[in-house]
Structure formats: structure tokens, C-alpha cells
């Protein structure tokens, strides 16, 4: 079965082909960081018109890449949400006029858990390892610019919600930090890469949450905050800079591996999983292998940011399972998972 996967939740224009949840056929993303850093963050109104501007050639790439035609799809899914209800609104026109064109079957598929099955897909993982599919049960963190989740998934479908953000997101944080740090959007590349160059480590907080497997980051943020403003007396160094950014990513990594790691003890997990852009940092990722004592899932940095090959799989497994889409299906900015 082979599935195009159309995402647009924020401010990626993405299209995906992919056979049976797990092979790539082909995947091209038009990014438009470039235009939104400009002002620092996303601009919803310039979202959405940019994936108008974007759509059909990124669409005619996914065919053109994976060598088939319109009648070699079996379905089209498509992100309903969470997201900018503008910018979704574009893909889900375009997902529609497709469908009812070329009279493929239309399903909408949950961004969130979207990111998770970017781990089925062949050749997808961050040490290019060919791997079993996740065993059941599993724990997968979700972390992303809107959501720190961490969810048990007993099967297929299945979520139970066991942690969140009562807050920021942990990718929000990272955006956050580098803005008042001056190191630009998006955050998460940038402070892991100046984090690398740091001698030493600013003493931060861990925000543990004790006695909850919520998250909860805003502090982090106030105090890398006030560290910030100190810089401002003296001319701040780079050194300097690269310190408050590699302490602010130690404790983000510290807390999220730990947390993650306690749920996935406690429910007898047999594998933890990883998604969400913030997961392609490295950092993050090394320290959940060398700490969990189960397999550890995670995907290519790439497949980790939002991309439509995830929702391409996702669209697979929901699809095998009877579930499609009338064209009557609106956007749901707030859609939770489950
Ligand atoms: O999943 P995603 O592409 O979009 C959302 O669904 O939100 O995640 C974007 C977030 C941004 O906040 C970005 O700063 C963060 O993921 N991110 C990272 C890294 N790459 C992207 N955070 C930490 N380290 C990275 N290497
Ligand atoms: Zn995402």
C-alpha cells in the first residue's frame, strides 16, 4: 500500500511517499526557516501563504522522487493537527483536491503520533541501522516546538498520556534561550552546536517536577534568562555564551532521559522511543542510549523535524485498520493524541 503523507502543521511544506508504513519511496521538504527568522520565530499569516506558494511542486517532487503517478496511490494522509490552523488548512485543501480528483481514499492523521512512527520507517534510524519494528510495550517521548509528551503505547493506536509540559515545550525552550542568548531560529540546531564549543558549564536549575512525570520548563527559561541580562554589564564573550548554552542543554537532556527513563522502569517498557525535532539533538539522544537499559529508537535528524514521511507511515497503520477520512474533516488546532 502506498501512502502520500502531506504535512504543513507549521512552517515545513512537506510530502512523502511511503510502501507499507515502513519504505521510503521519497521525501522532500521545502523549508521556510529562512523567511521566519527573520523574525525570530514563526509567522503564522506567513506560514500559510508560504504553503500555498510551495505546495504543488513539493507534491510533484514526491511523485516525481519515488517515480510513480497519481494512480499508484493507494491513499493520501494528511496532518488534522496540532498545528497552526492556517498552515493546516492548505495542506488538508490540497490532501482533499487530490483525493476527490484522482479518487484516492483521504485519511487525517495526528501530527503527535505522526512523529512516533517515524521509527518504522526502513533505513530511518540515526545510526542508519536496520532494525526490528518497535516491540510493545514502549515509551515514547515526544518532543517538539509545541509538545513535551511522554506516552505509553500498549499496541497500535493505543496512547496513554503520562507526562507533559505543564508549560513550555522543550523545543520552545531551546528557541527561547537562544533568542535572549543573540543566537538566532531556530534555537535548537544553533545552541547544540555553540554548546559544543563551551570549556566549562553555567550552574542552571533541573526542573524535576518531583513526584509528577510532567515537565516543566519555564523556570529554566527565567534563569537562563537572568544570566543573560548579567551579560549585558560587561561585554558577554562567546566563551561565556557557549557555557550558559551547553548548561541550559545539560539540564534539558538531564531531565528528560531521567523522566523518561523512570516511566519506561515503572511500566516495564521493553523499548524507548524518540521524536520531535528536539530529538535530533545528539546530545539528547546519546545520553537516553547510554542510559536506558532497553533499545532506544530514534530517527535521523531529518525524520525527528516535521517531515511527511511520518505521516505517510502513521497514515499506513491507521489506514490498514479501516480508518479514512470524509472530505468533510476540518482542522483541529488542538487535537489531542488518542
Ligand atoms: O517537531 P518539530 O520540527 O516541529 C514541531 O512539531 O514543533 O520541532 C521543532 C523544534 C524547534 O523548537 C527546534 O528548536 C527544535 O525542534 N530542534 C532542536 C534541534 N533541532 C530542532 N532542539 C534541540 N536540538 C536540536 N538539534
Ligand atoms: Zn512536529
Excluded at 263 to 278: H, P
Amino acid at each position: 500500500m502506498k501512502v502520500l503523507g502531506i504535512e504543513s502543521s507549521c512552517d515545513e511544506s512537506a510530502a512523502s511517499i511511503v510502501e507499507d508504513g515502513h519504505k521510503l519511496l521519497s521525501n522532500v521538504i521545502a523549508t521556510q526557516i529562512e523567511i521566519h527568522a527573520r523574525f525570530g520565530g514563526v509567522v503564522p499569516e506567513v506560514a500559510s501563504r508560504q504553503h500555498l506558494l510551495q505546495f504543488i511542486p513539493v507534491v510533484r517532487g514526491a511523485l516525481e522522487q519515488a517515480e510513480l503517478d497519481w494512480k499508484d496511490l493507494d491513499a493520501v494522509a494528511v496532518t488534522q493537527g496540532p498545528g497552526l490552523a492556517g498552515s493546516l488548512l492548505v495542506g488538508i485543501n490540497l490532501a482533499k483536491s487530490i483525493s476527490f480528483a484522482h479518487g484516492i481514499p483521504f485519511l487525517g492523521v495526528n501530527h503527535l503520533e505522526g512523529h512516533i512512527y517515524a521509527n518504522w520507517l526502513e533505513g530511518g534510524q540515526y545510526d542508519g541501522e536496520q532494525r526490528e519494528d518497535p516491540p510493545f510495550p514502549l515509551v515514547a517521548l515526544i518532543a517538539s516546538g509545541g509538545h513535551t509528551d511522554i506516552v505509553l503505547m500498549n499496541d497500535y493506536g493505543t496512547y496513554r498520556l503520562i507526562g507533559r509540559t505543564r508549560d513550555d515545550a522543550a523545543g520552545e525552550a531551546f528557541d527561547k534561550c537562544a533568542r535572549v542568548l543573540g543566537l538566532g531560529f531556530p534555537g535548537g540546531p544553533v545552541i547544540e552546536q555553540v554548546a559544543r564549543t563551551a570549556e566549562g558549564r553555567a550552574a542552571l536549575p533541573r526542573p524535576w517536577m518531583k513526584g509528577t512525570h510532567d515537565f516543566s520548563f519555564s523556570g529554566l527559561k527565567t534563569a537562563v534568562l537572568r544570566l543573560a541580562e548579567s551579560l549585558r554589564e560587561t561585554p558577554p564573550s562567546d566563551a561565556r555564551i557557549a557555557e550558559i548554552a551547553a548548561g541550559f542543554q545539560d539540564s534539558v537532556v538531564e531531565v528528560l532521559v531521567g523522566k523518561t527513563i523512570a516511566v519506561a522502569n515503572e511500566v516495564g517498557a521493553k523499548a524507548i522511543l524518540m521524536s520531535g525535532g528536539v530529538a535530533a539533538n545528539s546530545v539528547l539522544r546519546s545520553e537516553m542510549v547510554r542510559q536506558s537499559p532497553v533499545p532506544v529508537y530514534c530517527p535521523r535528524p531529518g525524520l525527528c523535524t516535521d517531515n511527511g514521511a511520518m505521516i505517510a507511515a502513521c497514515g499506513y497503520f491507521r489506514a490498514r485498520t479501516g480508518h479514512l477520512s470524509g472530505l468533510d474533516m476540518d482542522v483541529v488546532p488542538n487535537l489531542p493524541l488518542g
